[in-house]
């Protein structure tokens, strides 16, 4: 158990609808990263949170966007869903810069 | 920019056999290396990592991993591998000015009896 808890497990939706998907960090870690998982494109860093801003952005579409809250937790929004944007998605947490992350068990989003 | 390439999509092994999994980055300033391991329907666990220091880094679970600058490379090895151990493994690399983590393609490692 890295300590970082993702929900749902898992998510079934049509194209067209909108998503949340919910990351809790690791007590004391201020960073919060979301990762992408599929079959196509690997696996890719999507954003990074540090104790609420935006920190570094990745290969984020325009149509997902993140928020870190002031309790830490962070939540990814994916919207206007196409087929394509079936994966898992990761959440991962760390305290410093020594880039030492813990990673969550992921939400699987089904697209359908 | 970095990038990492992951030479083997799978390595199959048999049992008590070693194993070594191939990473080779490409960066033109000084970068953190990274090995994670992924069982089948859990997340990414770390299993060792190069900062600084020795280039021989020692991880749990028996792995080990040897950077190479010269020849820009960071295998990862264990003497003896066990039917646990199958699992896609990842080589990460990092800019040490920031904190993006750039993943290869992984490696699946299939360990049969």
């Known amino acids: 158990d890295s300590g970082v808890t993702q929900t749902p497990k898992h998510l079934i939706t049509a194209t067209g609808q909108r998503v949340t998907l919910r990351c809790s960090p690791r007590s004391g870690d201020l960073s919060v990263y979301w990762y992408q998982q599929s079959l196509d494109q690997g696996l890719q860093f999507l954003i990074q949170y540090y104790n609420g801003e935006e920190r570094a952005k990745g290969n984020i579409l325009e149509r997902f966007s993140a928020q870190q809250f002031p309790d830490l937790h962070s939540e990814l929004n994916l919207s206007s869903l196409e087929l394509g944007d079936s994966a898992l998605y990761f959440c991962?947490?760390?305290?410093?810069?020594?880039?030492?992350?813990?990673f969550g068990p992921g939400t699987r989003l089904t697209v359908t | 920019a970095q990038s990492v390439t992951q030479l083997d999509s799978q390595v199959p092994v048999f049992e008590e056999a070693p194993v070594e999994l191939r990473c080779n980055y490409s960066s033109s300033v000084s970068v953190y290396l990274f090995w994670y391991v992924q069982y089948p329907n859990q997340g990414l666990q770390l299993l060792l990592k190069y900062l600084s220091g020795s280039t021989l880094v020692k991880g749990i679970n028996g792995f080990e991993a040897e950077f190479n600058k010269s020849q820009t490379s960071f295998h990862l090895r264990k003497p003896s591998v066990h039917i646990s151990d199958t699992a896609e493994y990842f080589c990460a690399v990092m800019n040490t000015g920031f904190q993006k983590l750039v993943f290869g393609t992984g490696t699946r490692l299939l360990v049969s009896p």
């Open positions: 991962a947490s760390s305290v410093d810069r020594t880039g030492q992350k813990y």
